[in-house]
């Protein structure tokens, strides 16, 4: 209590029942700075991060407002649902029906399904392609088959779910973000249009409030080749509602869109690349200084082996131009460039014996701040604090009674946890020099399993530096296509070659650094940024967000082991009861010299044939050894149970860590958190799908 007897409000995190109630929280608006200059506008354009919603799109929005429409009727869990729904929209039908324990089966016209179905069958909905070419069509088709089998037809609402969903969250956001004054008066919302239900809503808004001044700008495409683009239109609500139609061209609208996520980091799908161009088309009418807000349909994660691909662009003869080679290692070198140790960490930790707080030789610690705005600085803001959920079903299934809280890391900016340590080991150079000075012409070669490659692609996008990513061939190909949509080069090194051979990522790395002038390696293995990301944000936000809830409990898997590593210190600082566990593959010595050998394994982005100098052994309490199936069978049971699109080190995580809780017999009250590395992204072609499941035998009962 205050002086005056008045409640001093405090602030507190928050955790969610489940991944749906972390699908409340707002989108943020970032401005397009770079585009801004590159096309001397004088009127501001925000795009809205629509892809960093739970299941990656806009439509996730609508999904949740339909199934609770057909729950205020009566529809419930186990219940059979019908809907006609195509591509990322029928991702979100489908996730929200996960997490709601609905059983729907998808209808959409030939072809829509394409570029989803590996997802669609990991969230265990089944799908029905129709013989048919339009929406109209399949949506007659689905209300008969819907009647035939007395399934309940999701489509009464999808309309209707757009259109409130939009007018009460998508448009109450932006103009949350005007009321704070983060941005001006909005002159005009810019939208892709599949339905158009979304743009209707959000001009109704408008409308209903008075504010006739605000355009809203529907974006079709020429001849509806971009997926999920003006296939669907409901041109009545288009006009009741005074929304104003443009169209782009197909390829231009690729072009364009690789283009922004190059030169912004907005990692966008095509039909939001159109409308930023359409905005950069209509800031040019408008009056000086207006505010136009672009809102993004979803991200690129349906587009890796689609227009974001060049193998594609070639193979469909599209007038896009393709990514021209970037720098290749001389094959010989200087065997001195090799001379390199990553088990040692540059600078030293020292703990005072009294606060047990940590402190580092090098590096000034940041303070936590717990709050997201609006409105970013650079979409690199769009890093952190990612939402705490509780599983709902997992454990039980498992024969575990505590508390399992999972962080979906899955949701910040770039898709994975390792966009920390690459915002901060970009910020720790620029600030210091070290381990490289970051001047305008830099370029940073990175050796990585991928995601770290991703975080440093996006900030060096953002930040206007060159990279280079050196990865085993192990890694996935959609992680090579993200970052070199991100302007990377990127360097495939044999998945054999030890740490120290000048083949392996890391030996490339280090020659290439040698080669090429001004080159910068930030070393994840070495940077105190790494372990640092994590003590001052990852930790502090869970912390922060449990609240008054003890942990007993957290777990995680590790790789350079800086998220252990940062996150376990400060856990022990502040919680000292609380135990960590750190999750190592079979194959991998970091829990120490192995009972088994240096082998291969599945799992990307945990485990090395060495101990890292960002991997503090002596701050983690015990280890797990774990097992690619396992990993994989939970990463799946997860996506399916609960609608959580987390990757194979996520599945890991979790596996080990109801392990943990039935070997310690954890009672109902004891709370665990695990994090989710990332999501399902970077492994569509991997293990979401049952063929390569099935050949690895991932799948044998
Ligand atoms: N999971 C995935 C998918 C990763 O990419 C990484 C990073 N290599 C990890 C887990 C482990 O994180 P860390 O390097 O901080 O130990």
């Known amino acids: 209590?205050?002086?005056?007897?008045?409640?001093?409000?405090?602030?507190?995190?928050?955790?969610?029942?489940?991944?749906?109630?972390?699908?409340?929280?707002p989108t943020p608006l970032v401005p397009l700075r770079k585009l801004k200059v590159e096309h001397q506008l004088q009127s501001d354009i925000y795009v809205k991060l629509e892809y960093l919603n739970v299941a990656g799109s806009l439509e996730d929005r609508t999904a949740d407002k339909a199934f609770q429409f057909a729950e205020e009727i009566g529809v419930v869990r186990g219940d059979e649902v019908f809907v006609t729904a195509g591509g990322s929209t029928a991702i979100s039908y489908a996730t929200v029906a996960a997490v709601k324990g609905i059983k729907l089966t998808i209808y959409a016209p030939k072809g829509e399904f394409a570029l989803v179905d590996t997802v669609l069958h990991t969230l265990g909905m089944p799908t029905v392609e129709l013989p048919v070419a339009t929406y109209s069509e399949a949506r007659a088709l689905t209300e008969e088959a819907a009647q035939q089998k007395g399934a309940f037809n999701l489509n009464k609402f999808t309309t209707n779910a757009a259109f409130v969903a939009n007018l009460q969250k998508t448009a109450c956001e932006i103009e949350r973000a005007v009321n704070n004054k983060s941005i001006g008066k909005v002159g005009a919302v810019v939208i892709p249009l599949n339905t158009g239900a979304p743009a209707?809503?959000?001009?109704?808004?408008?409308?209903?409030?008075?504010?006739?001044?605000?355009?809203?700008?529907?974006?079709?495409?020429?001849?509806?080749?971009?997926?999920?683009?003006?296939?669907?239109?409901?041109?009545?609500?288009?006009?009741?509602?005074?929304?104003?139609?443009?169209?782009?061209?197909?390829?231009?609208?690729?072009?364009?869109t690789r283009h922004l996520i190059g030169t912004e980091g907005i990692m966008a799908g095509p039909s939001s690349g159109a409308a930023v161009l359409e905005a950069i088309k209509l800031a040019k009418e408008l009056p000086a200084g207006s505010t136009i807000v672009v809102v993004l349909q979803d991200g690129i994660r349906n587009y890796l082996r689609h227009f974001l691909d060049d193998d594609w662009i070639v193979a469909n003869k599209k007038n896009v131009v393709t990514r021209k080679d970037g720098p290749q290692p001389n094959s010989t070198y200087d065997p001195k460039v090799l001379v390199y140790d990553p088990t040692k960490l540059a600078g030293e930790w020292t703990q005072d014996p009294e606060t047990k707080a940590w402190s580092h030789s090098e590096v000034e610690f940041n303070q936590f701040n717990p709050e997201r705005p609006l409105v970013l600085d650079t979409v690199l803001d769009a890093i952190g604090k990612t939402p705490l959920v509780k599983l709902q079903h997992?454990?039980?299934?498992?024969?575990?009674?505590?508390?399992?809280?999972?962080?979906?890391?899955?949701?910040?900016?770039?898709?994975?946890?390792?966009?920390?340590?690459?915002k901060r080991m970009v910020e720790i150079a620029e600030k210091t020099g070290k381990p490289g000075k970051l001047v305008p012409g830099v370029t940073l070669i990175e050796p990585t399993s991928g995601n770290t490659g991703i975080g440093l692609s996006l900030a060096s996008a953002v930040r206007g530096y060159k990279c280079i990513i050196t990865m085993p061939k192990k890694m996935s190909k959609e992680k090579a296509i993200a970052m070199a949509s991100l302007g990377s080069t990127i360097i495939r090194t044999p998945n054999e070659a030890g740490f120290d051979s000048p083949h392996s990522h890391i030996g490339v790395a280090l020659r290439l650094k040698s080669e090429i002038q001004d080159a910068v390696v930030l070393d994840q293995y070495c940077n105190p940024g790494n372990p640092l990301a994590h003590y001052e944000q990852t930790a502090e936000e869970i912390i922060y967000d449990m609240g008054d809830k003890h942990i007993d409990l957290v777990v995680l898997t590790a790789g350079t082991g800086g998220t252990v590593t940062g996150i376990s210190r400060k856990i022990h600082e502040r919680i000292p009861t609380a135990k960590v566990v750190g999750v190592d593959p079979h194959g991998s010595i970091l829990a120490g010299p192995a009972e088994t050998d240096i082998d291969f394994y599945e799992v990307e982005g945990i485990g090395y044939d060495f101990l890292p100098g960002t991997l503090d052994t002596s701050a983690i309490d015990y280890w797990a050894k774990s097992h690619d199936k396992e990993s994989f069978l939970m990463a799946r049971e997860l996506i399916r149970t609960e609608g959580i699109l987390c990757g194979g080190s996520s599945g890991c995580a979790v596996h080990y860590a109801l392990?943990?809780?039935?070997?310690?017999?954890?009672?109902?009250?004891?709370?665990?958190?695990?994090?989710?590395?990332?999501?399902?992204r970077n492994y569509i072609t991997k293990f979401l799908d049952d063929d390569w499941m099935n050949e690895r035998h991932f799948l044998d009962a």
Request: aromatic residues 6%; charged residues 25%.
């Open 200 to 256: 209707a809503g959000i001009a109704a808004y408008y409308k209903g409030t008075g504010d006739h001044g605000v355009r809203v700008v529907g974006v079709t495409c020429k001849k509806d080749t971009i997926p999920e683009m003006g296939l669907d239109l409901k041109n009545d609500l288009l006009q009741e509602y005074g929304v104003e139609k443009r169209e782009v061209d197909e390829e231009e609208a690729y072009s364009f």
């Open 394 to 422: 997992v454990p039980k299934a498992h024969g575990v009674k505590c508390n399992v809280y999972v962080k979906c890391e899955y949701l910040n900016a770039g898709g994975s946890t390792k966009d920390r340590i690459a």
């Open 1 to 25: 209590m205050s002086q005056n007897g008045v409640q001093a409000s405090v602030k507190k995190g928050v955790t969610y029942n489940t991944i749906l109630e972390a699908a409340q929280r």
């Open 659 to 680: 392990e943990e809780c039935k070997s310690l017999n954890l009672p109902e009250d004891a709370n665990v958190v695990v994090l989710l590395p990332d999501g399902i």
